[in-house]
């Protein structure tokens, strides 16, 4: 099955500074790739995701970057603000034609960001 | 209108009791999910449903019993509690995307103590 490792565990980072967090995966076959972003005692909620058939995707402050050669993706979050601070996952699945409801996400072991004032 | 909505959010419970977690998604999504996430924050599925039909059971002990009355419902029931079970359950729901993967959404969490 999908293996995604994700470092580091933790991050600190000055406010304004920019932060990558890295993932690799282990499955070739996977094609879709979200970030969830958990606040303290809150939900996962997506911030942004890419598909294999790109290679970068940016949401104002946030981007994402997939090499599928090398199976590693990447978070980028530039000009850090203090509500950046919370626990971000990456996650890879195998999105199928058909076969509805076996899309299983794997999740990384999470980033606790922390963004100093 | 809360999409996805799970009850309760709180249990504390005593070790061989059993219990269950409620969760419905006004999303019309077909697809939903129960995951955990334990104390060091890992988040591992441990049931898929399709529009009522158990797609995804990924090894998880027999104590929990997912049950789908309709697409829009998905409960976990879980007989004699142990003190592993302690952890945060998940529920979510999704809309397939062919090809192309989904966003899953989740609920708020139900956070289980086993004392």
């Known amino acids: 099955g999908e293996n995604v490792e994700q470092h580091p565990s933790t991050l600190s980072v000055q406010e304004g500074d920019s932060a990558v967090i890295k993932c690799t995966y282990s499955d070739s076959a996977s094609n879709y790739f979200p970030w969830y972003k958990q606040e303290l005692g809150k939900r996962p909620q997506l911030i942004i995701d890419?598909?294999?058939?790109?290679g970068e995707k940016k949401d104002q402050r946030i981007a994402v970057t997939l090499n599928k050669t090398a199976k590693h993706f990447s978070l980028h979050i530039t000009e850090t603000q203090p509500e950046d601070s919370a626990v971000y996952f990456c996650a890879a699945s195998m999105s199928f034609i058909s076969n509805f409801g076996n899309e299983k996400l794997t999740f990384g072991t999470g980033t606790r960001l922390t963004i100093i004032p | 209108d809360t999409a996805v909505s799970q009850t309760p959010k709180y249990l504390v419970t005593q070790m061989g009791n059993d219990k269950s977690i409620k969760c419905e998604q006004n999303l019309g999504h077909d697809t939903m999910y129960w995951y955990k996430q334990d104390s060091k924050k890992f988040l591992k599925i441990m049931f898929s449903y399709n529009n009522k039909e158990l797609i995804i059971n990924e090894t998880v002990p027999n104590r929990f019993s997912p049950k789908s009355p309709d697409k829009a419902h998905l409960n976990l029931h879980i007989n004699s509690l142990e003190l592993g079970d302690s952890a945060v359950y998940f529920c979510?729901?999704?809309?397939?995307?062919?090809?192309?993967?989904?966003?899953?959404?989740f609920g708020e969490g139900s956070w289980l103590t086993v004392v």
């Open positions: 890419i598909r294999s058939n790109v």
């Open positions: 979510a729901s999704s809309q397939e995307k062919v090809g192309f993967g989904n966003t899953i959404y």
